[in-house]
T-cell receptor, first 115, second 113 residues
Framework: GQQLNQSPQSMFIQEGEDVSMNCTSS?????WLWYKQDPGEGPVLLIA?????ELTSNGRLTAQFGITRKDSFLNISASIPSDVGIYFCAGQLSGGGGGADGLTFGKGTHLIIQP | DGGITQSPKYLFRKEGQNVTLSCEQNLNHDAMYWYRQDPGQGLRLIYY???????QKGDIAEGYSVSREKKESFPLTVTSAQKNPTAFYLC????????????FGPGTRLTVT
């Protein structure tokens, strides 16, 4: 299937620091979604992006739909302990794929906050 | 409260046995999905259903079967033909065909020994 390259794979940061992660692909996407997964739980939708260039915020989280439609970025400002978890990007391919109207997922970024 | 429920949370089976994982949603969503999650591999699509009595194979359907007899329910059977069944299984649903926002259940961790 199509590949989404999500980076970094893991991040070790201090509480209060800002965090940046991204997803890139060689394919064009119509939609980008960002999810957070706590250990042993299902992913929770954080932000959905539908237009190239769109910048959307949800509290301390900000995500952008890249102009080329091949990438997306997620930033977390002033990290706190409850931000720990795995962050997944997911995209809906232009032209279908990922189960007709389904999603293609990145492999996740593990965010670890050091005290 | 509206949401997606999966049961049980943890499931243990002996090799060679079939096992069925439950997924129920009361969100009135049309489409439902099953994913498998293994460490370092993200989410991989097993099966999906866009409407009652219809379902399609995803990327890794071999060794799995599903049914969609009711809009609210999309059970997944892990058969003895699945070579590596131990994994975390996630069910998701989506409102309508032109919406891409999938919402996930809490997951079932299946361990086969």
């Amino acid at each position: 299937g199509q590949q989404l390259n999500q980076s970094p794979q893991s991040m070790f940061i201090q509480e209060g620091e800002d965090v940046s992660m991204n997803c890139t692909s060689s394919s064009i996407f119509n939609t980008w979604l960002w999810y957070k997964q706590d250990p042993g739980e299902g992913p929770v939708l954080l932000i959905a992006l539908y237009k190239a260039g769109e910048l959307t915020s949800n509290g301390r989280l900000t995500a952008q739909f890249g102009i080329t439609r091949k990438d997306s970025f997620l930033n977390i400002s002033a990290s706190i302990p409850s931000d720990v978890g795995i962050y997944f990007c997911a995209g809906q391919l232009s032209g279908g794929g990922g189960g007709a109207d389904g999603l293609t997922f990145g492999k996740g970024t593990h965010l670890i906050i050091q005290p | 409260d509206g949401g997606i429920t999966q049961s049980p949370k943890y499931l243990f089976r002996k090799e060679g046995q079939n096992v069925t994982l439950s997924c129920e949603q009361n969100l009135n969503h049309d489409a439902m999905y099953w994913y498998r999650q293994d460490p370092g591999q993200g989410l991989r699509l097993i099966y999906y259903s866009q409407i009652v009595n219809d379902f399609q194979k995803g990327d890794i359907a071999e060794g799995y079967s599903v049914s969609r007899e009711k809009k609210e329910s999309f059970p997944l059977t892990v058969t003895s033909a699945q070579k590596n069944p131990t994994a975390f299984y996630l069910c998701a649903s989506k409102r309508v065909l032109n919406s891409y926002e999938q919402y996930f259940g809490p997951g079932t961790r299946l361990t086969v020994t």
